[in-house]
């Protein structure tokens, strides 16, 4: 489960402007033990592991595929002006990336951002440090982008059903998941209707749960097995 120090926890609702934007941070901090350690949150491909199509100029880019369908409801609350399978999709690709570096030992976590003009990319990856405790995600949106998803493994513990977020009354600094989700919501670069995933290390699936809600937590919707593409 993720801990979160005290002397970071002032970071998640707003966290510190840069120099150049009035725009507030973004940072989801981790339990220490690393040194915290994000990442220099400059452009980021959403699609970094697509080819360059190359050819011929004036053709432009290829279109987007279109996003599969998920038969999951819709939770209660949603991220504005998202579609919802192209989030999930997102989750998905997310959760196989963290999948392919290993998260049985590792706790990892990205955030999904929609731009302004509606799309949604991926942060890169942050990975836990020695102990396997995730370290800080840090992102600095530009003008008009929001965060709308916050994607993170849980490695398997025996007796703990990694399914569910944690809260502060089975964390060890009295904080989880769940609150850290409700505290991000304070942001102003964060969307209200924010998302958060899990991906469970045991099963291999990820987890939908509304950023907003209380501590104790029904399973939520599986978003890896619910797709048709």
Request: with cysteine.
């Amino acid at each position: 489960m993720r801990q979160i120090p005290d002397h970071v926890l002032e970071l998640i609702a707003g966290g510190g402007s840069s120099d150049t934007s009035s725009i507030p941070s973004v940072t989801v901090p981790g339990s220490g033990g690393g040194g915290g350690g994000g990442w220099d949150p400059g452009p980021w491909d959403p699609y970094p592991y697509n080819p360059d199509p190359g050819g011929g100029g004036g053709g432009g880019e290829p279109p987007a595929p279109a996003p599969c369908h998920h038969s999951s409801p819709a939770p209660a609350l949603t991220p504005a002006n998202v579609n919802l399978d192209a989030l999930r999709d997102k989750v998905v690709q997310l959760s196989n990336e963290m999948k392919a570096m290993g998260i049985n030992d590792v706790e990892r976590g990205a955030l999904i951002v929609r731009s302004a003009d509606g799309s949604l990319h991926t942060t890169p990856i942050t990975s836990g440090d020695a102990d396997g405790q995730l370290n800080s995600i840090s992102y600095q949106p530009v003008a008009g982008e929001k965060v709308v998803g916050w994607v993170h493994s849980h490695p398997e513990v025996d007796g703990r059903d990694e399914r569910l977020p944690s809260n502060p009354h089975n964390s060890n600094n009295g904080i989880g998941d769940t609150a850290a989700a409700r505290a991000l919501l304070q942001n102003p670069s964060v969307d209200p209707g924010m998302l958060m995933y899990i991906v469970d290390a045991k099963s291999g699936q990820a987890y939908e749960y509304t950023a907003a809600g209380s501590d104790n937590r029904s399973l939520g919707k599986n978003v890896t097995s619910d797709a048709s593409c």
